[in-house]
């Protein structure tokens, strides 16, 4: 099969695929309805934890849904205990922690762009932040990013280095009192 036929091809069976998802309401009875809504449900959570408003959203694009549907569903699910918003902010903070030095406000931005609830963030945050400390989080930033650029020796870099870790979501106290602190450090080497 040629290169164009198999594009055109693959091109109509992703056309037919999305037909079948946005079956007219009508033709679905309910019950095979709500069980298509937890399938398709099922299915997002198996391939990525989310937050019960993401999936709700994600849900609600599906032509065929209702948002009765998609309330029943999501009830269920956490009933059985396969959506927790609290369980899913803090598992995602600790990971976040766990594979970069990052701030408090990073995680909590990233956790408001996956919906899920302020006071659950901060709760969260709270816990996550409880085992491992800021301090040793901007330190282990610094010293990744002086192993990489090398150590600030004029004001440019050293502002380099700070809006860095600004961008890390550090605080800004929190990243003036190291960056003093490697300043005095490097003068007394120097």
Known sequence: MSGARRMRSNDANCRAAEARDEEPKRSLKPEKARERVMATALKMLAARACSEQQLRER?????????????????????????????????????RLSLRAVGRSRVARELKTKKVARETISNALDEVFEEV???????????????????????????????????????????????RALRAEIEEEG
């Not at 549907?69 to 990971?95: H, M, P, T, W």
């Not at 002086?146 to 106290?173: C, E, V």
């Open 59 to 95: 849900l609600l694009q599906k032509a065929w849904t209702t948002p009765a549907l998609v309330d029943e569903c999501l009830a269920r699910l956490k009933e059985l205990g396969y959506i927790n918003d609290e369980q899913f902010a803090r598992s995602y903070a600790a990971s």
């Open 133 to 179: 400390s800021e301090e040793a989080l901007i330190e282990r930033a610094i010293a990744k990013r002086i192993r990489t650029h090398g150590q600030p020796t004029d004001r440019a870099s050293a502002k380099r280095l700070f809006d860095h870790l600004a961008r890390l979501g550090f605080g800004y106290d929190l990243i003036i009192r190291k960056l």
